[in-house]
């Protein structure tokens, strides 16, 4: 069974820091990796989306990369600011169904 | 298309009532799937649809829990007899027919749900 894990459950940063949120899953047959923002009480908007074959996306002032032989992925943000305050969602698409398993997430604070 | 859309957006019931969810895909989307998400968790999956067929069903979906997808257009997720248990976000996605893992998902917003 896939599990996927992020570690730690929340993280208070200062404005204009660079930081990494870290993603692992325990089965390495993934056809991708798909990382979303969740606003509270809100749904979920796809951030990045890295297909099993690829090692790293970028899109604006985020980065995500993927080590499938190792079960793991980062989101890089660069010069955060408050408005990237949120929960990070990692899931990892599997199966005949290509279903997503997601992590817990971890809710960022960016301090002004 | 703007994207998929949930209704409604927010659902206060009391324990016992029936509720029902409606869930509309990108047009060109043939794959549908209903995510549960409760307060500081990831979603979790409940069933999915390709075109009209139902092709897999979590076992957190109990008896009381039924989805069905007419014509394989649009969506609905209906629970009876609603428990407190059942307070819970209930997020839609659907994705194109594609190589596996070339393309994502994409949510709605979703439906609140507090059964009182």
């Known amino acids: 069974k896939q599990e996927v894990t992020q570690i730690p459950a929340a993280l208070s940063v200062p404005e204009g820091e660079n930081l990494v949120l870290n993603c692992s899953f325990t089965?390495?047959?993934?056809?991708?990796l798909q990382w979303f923002r969740q606003d509270p009480g809100k749904g979920l908007t796809s951030l990045l989306l890295?297909?099993?074959?690829?090692r790293e996306q970028t899109s604006g002032r985020l980065n995500a990369s993927l080590d499938k032989s190792s079960g793991r992925s980062t989101l890089y943000i660069a010069a955060s600011q408050p408005g990237d305050s949120a929960t990070y969602l990692c899931?990892?698409?599997?199966?005949?169904?290509?279903?997503?398993?997601f992590g817990k997430g971890i809710t960022l604070s960016v301090r002004p | 298309d703007t994207g998929v859309s949930q209704n409604p957006r927010h659902k206060i019931t009391k324990r016992g009532q029936n509720v029902t969810f409606r869930c509309d895909p990108i047009?060109?989307?043939?794959?549908l799937y209903w995510y549960r998400q409760t307060l500081g968790q990831g979603p979790e999956f409940l069933t999915y649809?390709?075109?009209?067929?139902?092709?897999?069903k979590s076992r957190l979906l109990s008896d009381r829990f039924s989805a069905e997808r007419p014509k394989g257009s649009f969506s609905t997720l209906e629970i009876q007899r609603t428990e407190q248990g059942d307070s819970a976000m209930y997020l839609c996605?659907?994705?194109?027919?594609?190589?596996?893992?070339?393309?994502?998902?994409?949510f709605g917003s979703g439906t609140r749900l507090t059964v009182v």
């Open positions: 996605a659907s994705s194109p027919p594609s190589v596996r893992g070339k393309y994502g998902y994409t």
């Open positions: 089965d390495s047959a993934i056809y991708n």
């Open positions: 890295i297909q099993s074959s690829q």
């Open positions: 899931a990892v698409l599997t199966g005949a169904n290509s279903k997503l398993t």
């Open positions: 047009s060109e989307h043939n794959r």
């Open positions: 649809f390709q075109n009209e067929a139902q092709l897999e």
